[in-house]
């Protein structure tokens, strides 16, 4: 007779008395988790969070109430989570788990570790630390209504990077100063605009007109003289912004007067670029205020910020904001910064604005506050019942982990809609490691396609190692058969070096480059592809293979994707691999959308693929479905019976 305490095996039960776990995000997701956790027996459990509680967070985040505002999550949740079960012992800690205390050595103390994390970064690490400690994962994340558990095992499953997630999507700078043709360009613009004027200024942000788009092959000393920038609006001149928005004294119709009139007036004398596209109408602050319509301007029905202003009525957010935003700044003393945030109102207030007034001037409708908010904060609205589902099946599957029975073990997704089997939830069988892994293969290697003559040493420990493939304290040595070290973690040692080029140091066609991050136990090989130019505005590129590997034949090849979450509560599980079609039962279109870095994208572009895997419950195939990064997008399903997933990305 088989013991029972509650619904679990007493040996199972004994198990999860005893046994320590890391919660890693105390978020939509962590709360719900912390709270099944307590409830279904856990004792020791370790919480992580670096973040502190917003108002937004309320609506979903169940442990946390108002007067918690401000407070850490990981200790507040802490709190509540022992009012649940007052024997628990949990520890919170307010810290980011990329800390270096947080080494390989306290993962070894946990026999589980489960995300539920907000950005890749993060995910790759502690991706790379449960491999480097051999401890099992349970990946999560929700997107609206989407949401999805996954299992990660040294040596038996797919890790979080052994499919490449897709990057982020980033647009020219030409597109963003000059040629805005969707109102995320404008967005994008707005933002970089409250960095150059409030906050801390980024030569790559500039939202100046850009004299060097080759679209517009101007002649300048021919046109200058048709810029009629206006002498009396504070004597615009080809300077920093905000130097001259400081040397007016941050005035809101000066500003807006530059931005709106002077500037885009600068933009008419590049003909070229107006030859193909509707050319942008400048606006005048005087010539607004004398024909502003009071009943234009009246609020209409329905909630504030999903109203539309009118012309004016930005113009007056935007002279708001501003003298809001300068008296902040001003208040914080010399050489001080802001930061955006889109849960602060003076700051969404001014992107808002800004971003609307950009879009009439270049002929696109208008956006709500809501709408602008939700693609600069690059918010997919999160839904309570998603997380607390995903929440509950996180659980089963640890239940699994715990029992021993890691190849019961299933990477299950949450749609949206009944599929025709009639389920929502999706079980999938686990996919086994990529050989070809940059992070799990037993000899990590890449191929990197840069110019040795202009990437610098910074640039390749910032943007490549640290940005690209989620290092945190990368050791650089050259295989030169002098062992000359690059770049070292140790402070001091190398920083002479951050200027230089590449080839300065020999690097050239076919170098190798021995990356270690002793943080995070692992080793990558780099090889590096000398090329002379790349495309506009790329530094780098990332070769899938190293070159002495060719890719395995394939004859059909699926769409490699990930999931994010919106406000926050984000995910993006790793098992997504490649398979062969077998048939023309389970095809599947996907509809992929990327979205630029804090801002959503409109741009899709759709692929169809097919998948097979063995269904869990009725052990008949069924197309395992990829998962979405940052954004969702719902797949069309197929006209044929049998088990069609909705596809997402």
Not at 153 to 172: A, H, L, R, V
Not at 195 to 200: I, K, P, T
Not at 377 to 382: K, R, W
Not at 420 to 432: A, E, G, I, Q, T
Request: proline share 5%; net charge negative.
């Amino acid at each position: 007779m088989v013991q029972l305490v509650g619904s679990l095996r007493k040996e199972l039960a004994d198990s999860l008395s005893t046994c320590k776990v890391l919660v890693v995000g105390a978020g939509g997701i962590g709360c719900e988790l912390l709270k099944n956790l307590v409830l279904t027996g856990f004792k020791n459990i370790e919480v992580i969070d670096l973040d502190t509680i917003d108002v937004s967070n309320l609506n979903r985040q169940f442990l946390f109430q108002k007067k918690h505002v401000g407070k850490s999550k990981a200790q507040v949740a802490k709190e509540s989570a022992l009012q649940f079960c007052p024997t628990a012992n949990i520890t919170a800690y307010h810290d980011s788990v990329m800390n270096p205390d947080y080494n390989v050595e306290f993962f070894r103390k946990f026999v589980l570790v489960m995300n539920a994390l907000d950005n890749r970064a993060a995910r790759n690490h502690v991706n790379r630390m449960c491999l480097a400690a051999d401890i099992p994962l349970i990946e999560s994340g929700t997107a609206g209504y989407l949401g999805q558990v996954t299992v990660i095992k040294k040596g038996m499953t797919e890790c979080y990077e052994c499919q490449p997630k897709p990057t982020q999507k980033t647009f020219p700078g030409c597109t963003i100063r000059n040629t805005p043709s969707e109102p995320i360009h404008c967005i994008v613009w707005a933002k970089y605009l409250f960095n150059q004027l409030f906050g801390e200024e980024d030569a790559d942000q500039e939202v100046s007109p850009d004299t060097a788009d080759p679209e517009a092959a101007w002649n300048p000393e021919e046109t200058a003289a048709r810029a009629t920038a206006s002498d009396k609006d504070g004597d615009i001149k080809r300077v920093s912004t905000k130097d001259w928005a400081r040397s007016t004294g941050y005035d809101p119709v000066k500003l807006f007067n530059k931005l709106f009139k002077d500037d885009i007036m600068y933009l008419l004398t590049m003909d070229k670029l107006w030859k193909k596209r509707k050319a942008p109408t400048p606006l005048d602050w005087h010539q607004l205020e004398n024909s502003a319509c009071p009943q234009e301007e009246s609020p209409g029905s329905g909630l504030k910020d999903q109203q539309v202003l009118g012309v004016w009525g930005h113009c007056q957010l935007f002279q708001n904001s501003v003298e809001t935003l300068s008296s902040q700044l001003r208040e914080k003393g010399e050489g001080a910064e802001l930061v955006w945030d889109k849960d602060d109102p003076p700051a969404m207030d001014f992107v808002t604005a800004a971003a609307n007034l950009r879009m009439h001037i270049f002929s696109m409708n208008m956006k709500s506050r809501f709408d602008v908010k939700s693609m600069a904060g690059n918010i997919i609205p999160a839904i309570a019942t998603t997380n607390a589902v995903i929440a509950g099946l996180i659980v089963l599957e640890a239940l699994k982990v715990l029992s021993g029975e890691l190849e019961s073990c299933r990477t299950i997704f949450l749609n949206k809609c009944p599929n025709l089997r009639k389920k929502l939830l999706v079980p999938c069988v686990l996919d086994p490691p990529c050989a070809n892994c940059y992070v799990c293969a037993s000899k990590p290697e890449v191929t990197v396609k840069l110019n040795v003559h202009k990437t610098v040493v910074l640039s390749l420990q910032d943007r490549i190692l640290k940005e690209r493939f989620g290092m945190v304290a990368p050791d650089v040595q050259i295989e030169d058969g002098k062992g000359t070290i690059l770049i070292s973690s140790e402070e001091g040692e190398t920083e002479a070096n951050n200027g230089k080029f590449l080839a300065d140091f020999g690097i050239r066609n076919g170098s190798r480059l021995q990356v270690d991050d002793f943080l995070q136990d692992y080793t990558l090989l780099v090889n590096i592809l000398h090329i002379e130019e790349l495309e506009r505005d790329v530094e780098f590129e990332v070769v899938g293979e190293a070159p002495d590997k060719a890719p395995p034949p394939q004859t059909n090849q699926e769409e490699v994707n990930s999931i994010t979450n919106g406000n926050k509560d984000s995910a993006q599980p790793s098992t997504s691999s490649k398979a062969p079609a077998e048939d023309d039962d389970d095809d599947i279109m996907i509809v992929d959308s990327d979205e630029e870095e804090g801002a959503s994208s409109s741009s899709a572009a759709t692929s169809s693929t097919k998948r097979k895997h063995s269904d869990a419950e009725t052990g008949e195939t069924s197309a395992k479905r990829p998962r979405t990064d940052q954004s969702s997008a719902a797949a069309a399903p197929t006209d044929n019976d049998d088990d069609d997933i909705i596809a997402l990305d």
